[in-house]
Every structure is written in structure tokens, then in C-alpha cells.
């Protein structure tokens, strides 16, 4: 199933007798302190991390160009602790010392190594970096950082983050201002998900404790929440203020570690994050493994096998399907991640005749793990996915599989993409005509586009020479000549199948199974419940087209589920739904589609499909359809509107949750509208001041003030609302006359000119802290259109207080 393959077999590097000579060098200054890899490149630090080497792979016969800079530190002052990689291609590697600089790289095939520049991360003087992380979804690098001098219980770190621009060549001016989340605590771990980035301290720290953040840009969303295993969410704060200070918040709990000392789930001793997903494993000591996605906790989610002596491991990785460790007695052990079976044993002894490896990573679009030590670096390989059956159970094995056979969707795309251009048929012509995909799918699709690109003979010439060269001797018998390992045979296999259906298609010779077929039919096909595909292959399928024709799609959508009629000028003619009727009949497509809701018979959450294609087509429609599914759901459930505000689903809510940011929508404006309303309509929290920020970040003045009146019922919300509005208008100075009369219209009856001045805090500081803020307003230049708008409400204010005597 898995073996141990070095690393030349799996990386053809451009100087391989290079990194020989590395690993057999005598002198302190060569050895190897830390291993990193990136996709096409490896890193290598030496002499104590003070000096570092890169090693980027070579196409198959293809020479190293002349000229080409390497990626050479011969000799730092400060250590080199990380080397950190995105998973998009030709994005910048990040370079991390010890004294807080993030030294940021660039690569390309023809002229090699570029230093864009240099960026300082620490926020306290004399700090030094101790983690480091880039979080490539959110846009953000996250590090911990710690003081010099450190107090005696070594509670002397800080967890910090900015926003990161990774386009960017200009280096200096691609970060944000610092963020710290969190103070005065142990040194910490930095896990990263899609849900959250989770921050798991070190000793000294009570058992269990835990936090995580959460960032949305979209949602405006900014809070760190202090967690403990195995009671989820204890305290939640926003990060917009001060920092949250580790001993305070820990203090606050002490009523639940007196309940929850003696439980064995708080006992982690290892902790793996999953390579692809972000899953976080927790190992507690009794062999029970925890799983952490986000601030979801799932506890117990799997048991080891008690021949597993989780006392023994030095090292914990979770890679694919499976969660490895590595032991005392030279043998990485193999346990799947959903039973916790034991599926196979590699002992490193007939490998490593030296007991110091450590385990190492490649970080990218296809990760790997590996293990290196002073002799050399190995690479864990995947050999025969058939025999991962034998191991598992048969739910399992068969689960495990499906992930690994073939997905048509992206096997589809490419021969799509090869009719196209061999049958002189553009896009545009296609998309037209309703023509959709052919009906063919082939093994290890995600593989089977990138040879497909790569081999193009306009791009790589060269990688298509190679291919065809290969292609044509396919049948001599004789060894391929590639350094690559023999897992290239069955790829190279597939890609002369897919190079046959291309000439296929170029002779005009496939038959009449492999034509094209209309979206209209391929969606009919997807709704036919009694379809024989598992949801995953559906889901992705309906994918596609959505992507590729959406609005295609969209008609056919509607159509088929008798929701109404899209023109062609994109609008939704919607049909009436009979809710007069005393009884409505949930077997109408329309009605079973909002009852069945986020599910539907087919296997395809159809509601939320239809939600983004209207998101994305006609946002100022969408509202009005959520809330027509709303009330057939209403009248089919029998519920009331006072039930309804107590219950846990609201279409709203998945409407909501499915919806891609606003830029996704052809109608950015109304996309932004519509997703502002459903936020009104939500039961999410804080849903109208989430909505007004929404409107405000888009510069949507009107809609913002209407909103803030809707809800001018002078209660602490309308307040709230009221001062988000007040605090952006006033931070753009070229509109504040034209919304001066509509502004002091939404303001509080009731509130008075202290609480007025309150709310002028947090936008004008007072520039001398002995003179009262009041004074400073009613002093500032008449020219100042800003303050001088204060000026005068609180004139008024003050003028109307006077004369009631308050």
C-alpha cells in the first residue's frame, strides 16, 4: 500500500549530486539542520540553521538554462526557522529568521531566484520569531513571537497576524498593520483550517485549553474564543479592541477545569494537522483520538488499536486516508483516520541505518510527508490503493476508493477542452448551442489534466516531444527512460488513451457515445433520483455546469422543478404557488423543493444550487424567491411566524450559507443588496448590524441610511446601528453634505449629549486629554465640514436639553 522511496525517484532535482554531497559531509558547518519542500523545490538549511540551499526539479530531458540564479543563503546572523510555501503555482516562498524578518522569493523556470524584498513581522522591539504560518484562504501571515527576557512561569509570548497580499511585488506594502490576538501565554502551536485558525498552547497551560480564530472579511468577521476540550466555546471576544490576555482568560474558567481535571479526552500528547483538509488529530494518552475542524469538536471519533502504544511515538502525521506515527522501535505504524485500524507497518530499519529522522513536508496543490535524517531524505509513496480493501472494513475500503476512482468531472473538462479545439468549435459556440460534455471519464483525473496542459506542444515543446517520444514506443517493451518511479506507467497509460480520444474526436472517428450532449439533458439526468451515482459524483457534476453554463443551467433548473421561466433578458417569471389552498400538495416539484430543503430526492442540495445561480445571474430576484419557498414551507409544516423565529433551519439561513462573496454576481450591486437582506432576515447573530457593514463597505449611502431607519425604535440596536453609520460617513468627507439631512434623521430620540459624545470616541481622540471633548468640538475651524456637522447636532442637543431641564 505505502513504502519509503527516496526522494530523487519521486523529485528529478536539476543538481541531484548536490544534495548527495550534502548528506555525506563531515564538517559542522555541512550537516543538515531542517528539511522543507514546496512544490518543484526543496529546501534544505545547514550549519545550524544560519545558511540555507534550494534544489528545484527539472523537466525529463530538459537541461538547466544558463544563467539561472539559485536560491543560496551562505551565511545568516539570524536562523532560519521556516520556510514557508502557498499551494499556487508561482506564488512567493516566504523565508522566516529567528530576529522576526520574513524574506520573501520568487521563482520562474527560465530566470530562477528572485528576492522581492523583506518584511518585519515582530511588533515588540528585541522579540524573537518562534512560529510562523501564512494562511493562504484568508490572507493573512500568523506568527508567535516572544520576549528576550522572559518572566519565570513563561508566559512571555504573544500570537500576532496581518493581512498579506501574495500578488504583490511590492513586498514592503503587501502586509497590514499588526494585529495582537493574544498575550502573555506559553508558547503556542498554530493549526489552520478553512472554519478557523486553531492556537493550542504548551505547558504550563491548563489541560484542554484552547482557542481559535475566526476571520471573515466578507462577513466582517474578527473574534478569538476561548475553548475547552470536550465542553466547546467558553468565552468569545471580539479582536477589533484590545488583545486578549491569556491568564485572564484562563482564570475565567477555573469552574470548569475543577469538573473536567480527572477526564481523559484533556490528556493530548500528540497533535497531527491533516495536509489537505486542515483536520486537526488530537491523540490523548488513553489512545483515543480526537478530531478538531474549526471549533467543531468531535471526541472520540476514533480508537486506536491497543498494540499502538501511543507512549512510544515521536512524530504524528495526517496524510490522505490514513494518521501515522512514527515509534521508538524504527517502525511508522499506519492507522486509518475514520476506524483507527491498524493498516500497515514500515520499519525504517532496512532503510535508515541512523535512529534520528524526523518527519518533514511538501507543501502544495498535491502535498506529501517524508522523512529525512543525516543520511538522506525519503518521500512516504502510495503503491497500490487496491490494497487498501484487504485492511479496511468493507464501508471504509469502499468509501476510500470512491475518493480515489475516477471522477469524471475533470476528466470531462479536459476532453471537452480537446473537442473544442481539434473540432474548431470555440466556447462561445458550444455554450450556445446547449452542448454540454462527452460522456467519458478517466482514473486520476486531476493528474490527467495537468499532463494534458502540460504536455501542450504551443507551451512545452519540449514536455510534448518527451510524451510523444514515450507514446510512440509504448509498445517496444522496453524500460521508459524517466527517472520518474513506476507509478508513471499507468499515468502515462491514461494519457495515451486521452491523446487517442483527441484524435478521435480531430478524425471525426468517436462514435456517436462520445458526442456531446445538451445541458438539458445532462441536468434531467442529475435529478432522476433513480440514477445509479453517488451524491459526491452528482454534486460535482452539477458543478461543472454551473460553471461552465450557468445560465443554461439555470433555465433548465427552473424548468424542471416548475419554479418558473428565465428570458432573455435574465429575468425570473416566477409561478404562482397555490398558498390560498387549505391544504398544498408537497409532492409539487416547487413546494418539495423548500419542505426537503437543504436535501431533495435526487441527492443534490438543489435549493442551494438554485440560490448561487440566481446569485449569481439575477441577485434581485433571490430575496423574492427564499421568501416564496419560505411561506410553501410555513404552510406544508404548519408553522407559525412566532415558531418559525424559534426554530433552527430557516431557508434564509441556507440560502445565506451557501452564497460566494458579492464579485461572484454579475450584478455586484444587487448581489450585495440581496445578501444584506437575507442577512436582516437570518437568525445569525448581530444579523442587521452585519448587513449595515456589508452596505457601508460597498459605499451603498442610501440603502445603508434606509436600513438604520427601518429599525429607528430608539432601542440599544437602533443605537448600535445608528453609530456604525455615523463613524463611516463621517470618515468620507466628500459625502457628508449630501447626507446630512438623512443622517440626523435615523439619530435616537432619546439619546442624550453625553451619549452623543460617546459616540464620537472612537473617531475623534481628544488631542488634549485635559480639555473635555465637547470643548474641542464646538472649537474646531468652521471649515472642518465633519466636526463641524457634530458641531452643530450637538449645538442642538445641548439647546434642546437646556430647555427640558435635563
Known sequence: MFSIVALQSVLPLEKEKDVDDLFNSDTAAGQVHSVWGSTGHLFVSLNEGLALKAFDTAPVDQKVQKGKRALAVHQTASEIIDVCALKKKNAPVYIAHRNGTLKAWSYSDSGGWVHLGNISLCVKQQAELHTVTIDEGRGRVIWVEGQLRSNQDGCHYSICTRTMTFESTDVKHSVGPALTLLQNCPKCALYCSPLAVNIWPSDPCPKGLY????????????????????????????????????????????????????????????????????????????GHVHMLSGAEESLNALKLPASVNVADSTGWFAYRFVLGALFRDH?????????????????????????????????????????????????????????????????????????????????????????????GRSNDEGRGKGVAVPQQGFQNPGLMVSVLQGADATHKPQASQALQSLYERRDDGAEQETRLNDTIGPLLQQYWALHREKLGVWDASSDEAQKPFTIQEAVLKLLDSSLTLSANRKRSQMTYLSLNAPVATLACLLDALNIGKLDDNGHIEFHAIPLDEEELDPSLPPVSLAVKAPESESGLPLFEIVCRLMFRECPTQLVEFVNMCQQARDKVLDVSAFSRKKSTVQLCDIALGSLPGPDHSRNQEGAVLATAKLMQLSAMSHGSLNALKLLLKHKLWCEAICLVQEKADNTQTHSELFHVLLMSILQDREIVPEYYERLWACLPQKISSLEFLKLLTTHHQPSNPRIHLCQQVLCRPQDDLQIGMVRDQLISLLGREKVTGQ
Open 211 to 286: 482557542f481559535t480564530w475566526h476571520s471573515d472579511a466578507y462577513l466582517l468577521k474578527n473574534q478569538l474564543d476561548t475553548h475547552i476540550l470536550g465542553h466547546g466555546r467558553c468565552l468569545s471576544e471580539d479582536r477589533a479592541s484590545a488583545a486578549v490576555d491569556f491568564k485572564t482568560a484562563a482564570s475565567k474558567l477555573r469552574h470548569i477545569w475543577a469538573r473536567k481535571s480527572t477526564q481523559p479526552e484533556l490528556q493530548v500528547v500528540a497533535k497531527a494537522c491533516h495536509l489537505s483538509t486542515g483536520v486537526l488529530f488530537l491523540v490523548s494518552s488513553n
Open 331 to 423: 517502525v511508522i505504524r499506519l492507522m486509518s483516520n475514520t476506524s483507527g485500524d491498524l493498516l500497515q507497518e514500515l520499519d525504517l530499519s532496512t532503510v535508515f541505518a541512523d535512529a534520528g529522522f524526523k518527519l518533514w513536508s511538501i507543501m502544495g496543490m498535491i502535498p506529501r510527508i517524508g522523512f529525512w535524517s543525516s543520511e538522506g531524505i525519503w518521500v512516504l509513496q502510495m503503491d497500490n490503493i487496491e490494497n487498501v480493501a484487504s485492511a479496511m472494513s468493507s464501508p471504509e475500503a469502499a468509501s476510500t476508493l470512491r475518493d480515489f476512482s475516477e471522477d469524471r468531472l475533470a476528466a470531462r473538462t479536459a476532453l471537452q477542452g480537446a473537442y473544442e479545439a481539434y473540432s
